[in-house]
């Protein structure tokens, strides 16, 4: 494959020089006349080694460069200053900033060649992208994993897997089982190309494993969109008399002749959305695990994790027992907070939702929780709400939040027995909550 240079310098006669040169040794070659063009062209189509003047508009080589570095999709490349300025200090500054190398004008061509043809060589040497889909492999996936993680917003982490493929593999081959992989990796572009958000990281695990890195409010979306892609278009990679007949026959990994169902997605969620995750190894735990619960479903499923954080800080005699849970329907972000710290050591799981559509989801992927406690002013559809969860779950206790006395009378009037009024008073939320979990003791 041709090597891609992108070059940026605010001369024309430079960039055009440099293009002749480069465009003769075989590579691609991309220009741009500042800095800001250089980071939208290097994030747009990722290139293999950028070559970077100091001094340009809007942005210069030294910001660029550490935007660059900052982007774990480009944090990788070599990165080259060919610069006018030359003394120690700017050398200094240049490799402090990020460079890989330093070349003072007027250059040497033969040796911007040398100097381009070692760096390419070394990185070649150490792949970042799996071979097989182009995607980033697990270098670039921890390292944006971590970045995600000391960041203030919210994110999740699908990790996708492919079922029953090694049934796939030994019956058709290694080649056609590649088509599997490769089907996959175009289908998760295509998706989050869609779905997702400009910030959005797709990435390569190995093997049959990939991974997305998303926002929490499109992962819905995203989870139905690709088991519904992959499911239609992975069935055009059979055989007709294996698809007419449901399955393919094979030797399990115990060597007893069995009955392999068609290949499926698995996908397991983690997400910072209700907890904290104190490293990148207990967040890949996290989503591993909701893999694993994806998996006991039959054919193509997701699973996301809504535990909270205090979920997680139980006292150790807790730690396998059935916890008592309780779900939290609050808009405002700093009242859960405060809601949720009255209980952090009580052995309650905690499940939280900002709004009735969000609390839905929860109740279809969860057991019956032992008491929904709700904010009364979300919206005029609460009541309505509140009555379907009495249909459905006739033994789950409501416990309404209510801003002053007429709208606690007005939850009275809807049915709603339990009432507290704000401000909440820690003591008072304790004793009002703790008769629906005593009996898990």
């Keep these: 494959m041709t090597a891609r240079i992108l070059i940026a310098d605010d001369e024309l006669a430079v960039r055009q020089l440099l293009e002749l040169v480069l465009v003769g040794q075989g590579y691609d070659v991309a220009l ?89 060589r070394r990185a070649s040497q150490q792949p970042v992208r799996n071979p097989l889909s182009g995607l980033p492999g697990n270098v670039l996936l921890t390292e944006e994993l971590k970045y995600r993680l000391n960041r203030p917003e919210q994110f999740a982490f699908l990790y996708v897997d492919l079922d029953n493929f090694k049934a796939f593999n030994d019956t058709y081959g ?68 294996d698809l007419e007949r449901g399955y393919l026959q094979g030797i399990d990994r115990q ?70 849970v309780m779900l939290l329907i609050v808009p405002n972000l700093e009242v859960r907070k405060t809601l949720r710290g009255y209980l952090h050591k009580q052995g309650v799981r905690i499940l939280e939702a900002a709004g009735l559509l969000e609390a839905n989801t929860l109740l279809q992927q969860i057991p019956e929780p032992d008491l929904i406690v709700a904010d009364i002013h979300l919206d005029a559809q609460l009541w309505e709400f509140f009555e379907i969860i009495q249909q459905m779950m006739q033994k789950v206790p409501l416990l309404a939040i209510a801003a002053d006395d007429a709208a606690a009378e007005a939850a009275r009037a809807h049915g709603i027995t339990y009432v507290l009024q704000q401000p909440i008073d820690e003591a008072v939320f304790q004793a009002a909550v703790e008769p629906f979990f005593h009996h898990q003791e």
């Design 32 to 120: 741009a006349a500042n800095g800001a063009q250089l980071v939208r062209m290097a994030q747009e189509r990722v290139p293999d080694l950028v070559l970077v003047d100091l001094m340009m508009p809007q942005l210069d080589g030294y910001e660029a460069i550490r935007q660059l570095r900052n982007d774990t999709r480009t944090a990788h490349l070599p990165m080259l200053i060919l610069t006018a300025k030359s003394t120690l200090d700017d050398v200094v500054t240049g490799f402090e900033t990020g460079a890989d190398d330093y070349i003072t004008k007027p250059f040497n061509i033969p040796e911007l060649v040398a100097r381009i043809k070692g760096h390419l």
């Design 174 to 241: 290694p080649a056609r089982g590649d088509r599997v992989i490769k089907l996959l990796a175009e289908i998760l572009i295509e998706t989050v190309y869609k779905h997702g958000t400009g910030t959005d990281f797709i990435g390569h695990i190995g093997g049959d494993d990939f991974a997305i890195i998303t926002t929490p409010i499109v992962l819905d979306t995203i989870c139905q969109a690709l088991i519904s892609a992959f499911d239609q278009r992975v069935r055009l990679l059979y055989d007709d008399a």
């Design 255 to 324: 060597g007893v002749l069995r009955r392999f169902p068609l290949t499926s997605l698995s996908i397991g969620v983690a997400t910072n959305r209700h907890r904290t995750f104190a490293d990148y190894e207990e967040l890949s735990r996290v989503a591993a695990e909701m893999k694993q619960f994806a998996k006991q479903e039959a054919g193509s499923s997701y699973a996301v994790d809504v535990r909270s954080t205090a979920d997680t800080s139980v006292n150790e005699e807790r730690r396998g027992t059935k916890l008592p």
